[in-house]
């Protein structure tokens, strides 16, 4: 939109005062139906539903996990040094030179909810998430189906195939760093072998210009602030050639910062569908406090 028409909507800080605050907080219909009426002339869109209206059930579900005993401690204390030290640096400096930084704490903070190894190579215990993603990848690949599996963290997908190397697991894995050449290859492997039923994908890396319908699961590793980069990793698989019903697992750490990024999700479902965007969306000071509430 910048492109399009520089200062339509103005800076970000701008932007977020006029229409985020309103339409995620307060749930303001005129300053919604005000930035419809903005964009509507830029923006043509085509659900898939409209398109592909032959496509078999897509099935969404949230699969909530318990940290381990000793994984809740090591979470626990890590939680309070980093919203000590963000609320500390946020009263000195304010919120916005802060925002970078508040960013990279609250990254960590999900890494340790997935697995507190991917940061700590002395952690030696266990992951409540990670044990009940091998418990179900190990049920799919003993069947006849196909999973891929989304994390926006290469760190996090590389546990996974430390393990599936470790138990001689067939799969395939694409990241942003892999060479451009070599995509297709592995998608049309991941299509074509009946052998290998997982693919282990960065979520920006399979978000776009991927088939793959010959999977017909999808485990969301960690959650995304944008739900609408979720959607398009999902519609890597349900989409059209996709014959089998898909299913889609979303897991969550429960009681711990992914369950509040969800909450964070719902609200701002609504504002990225109105201006049909998969970017970051910005978090503002007041998800600040309820993230770490």
Known sequence: MTFVN?????DLNTFRKKFMIPIEKDAHKGTEKSLQQIISPFILRRTKDM?????????????YSIMTDEQLSYYEEKKSEIRNYLLDLKQK???????????SGITRLRLIANHPAIIDKNYKDESGKFNDVIENINKIIT?????????????????????????DIPFLMLTGSTPMEERMQI????QNNKDVKLILMSLKAGGVGINLTAADFVFLLDPWWNPAVEYQAIN???????????ISYK????????????ILQNRKLKFAQLIDTTKRIPITEDDLGKLFE
């Open 187 to 190: 998608v049309n492997e991941f």
């Open 236 to 246: 890597r698989t349900h989409r059209i050639g996709q014959d089998k019903n898909v």
């Open 143 to 167: 069947s006849d189906n196909k999973l891929v599996m989304f994390s926006q963290f290469v760190k996090h997908l590389n546990l996974y195939k430390e393990y599936l190397e470790a138990h």
């Open 6 to 10: 520089p200062n339509l909507l103005g």
């Open 51 to 63: 398109v592909a209206k032959e496509l078999p059930p897509l099935t969404e579900r949230t699969y």
């Open 251 to 262: 897991f969550i750490v429960k009681d711990s910062i992914e369950e509040k990024i969800l």
């Open 93 to 103: 400096v304010g919120f916005d030179k802060a925002y970078l930084s508040i960013l």
